[in-house]
C-alpha cells in the first residue's frame, strides 16, 4: 500500500513539472517578435470535369441461382441439467 501511494506522489510530481515547462514554452513563444506570416494558396473555386468511361454498360443483369445447400444436423441440447450435490451442515456442538 506504502508503494502505491509512494508510486501516487511520483505521478502527480512529475505531471506537476511537465505542466510547469510547457507553460513556460508557451509564454517564451508569446514573447517573440511578431514573424512573418505564410502565404497559403487559395482553393479552385470549380472542380475539373471527370472523363466518362469508354467500357459500355451491361443492359441486363445476370440470374443468381436460388437455391440453398441443406443445412447440416445440429446435435441437441440435454433436456435435464445435472444436479450438483448439496451436503448439509455439521452439526453444532452447542444447543441454543
Known amino acids: 500500500m506504502a508503494s502505491f501511494n509512494c508510486f501516487t506522489l511520483a505521478f502527480f510530481m512529475a505531471l506537476s513539472f511537465s505542466s510547469i515547462n510547457v507553460g513556460l514554452a508557451a509564454r517564451h513563444l508569446l514573447q517573440l517578435p511578431n514573424l512573418p506570416q505564410p502565404t497559403i494558396p487559395t482553393l479552385p473555386?470549380?472542380?475539373?470535369?471527370?472523363?466518362?468511361?469508354s467500357m459500355p454498360f451491361p443492359?441486363?443483369?445476370?440470374?443468381?441461382?436460388?437455391?440453398?445447400p441443406p443445412l447440416r444436423n445440429m446435435p441437441s441440447i440435454p433436456a435435464m441439467i445435472p444436479s450438483i450435490p448439496f451436503f448439509s451442515p455439521p452439526p453444532s456442538k452447542t444447543s441454543p
Not at 445476370?62 to 440453398?68: A, D, E, K, Q, S
Open 45 to 53: 473555386t470549380t472542380q475539373p470535369s471527370l472523363p466518362f468511361p
Open 59 to 68: 443492359t441486363t443483369l445476370p440470374t443468381l441461382p436460388i437455391t440453398i
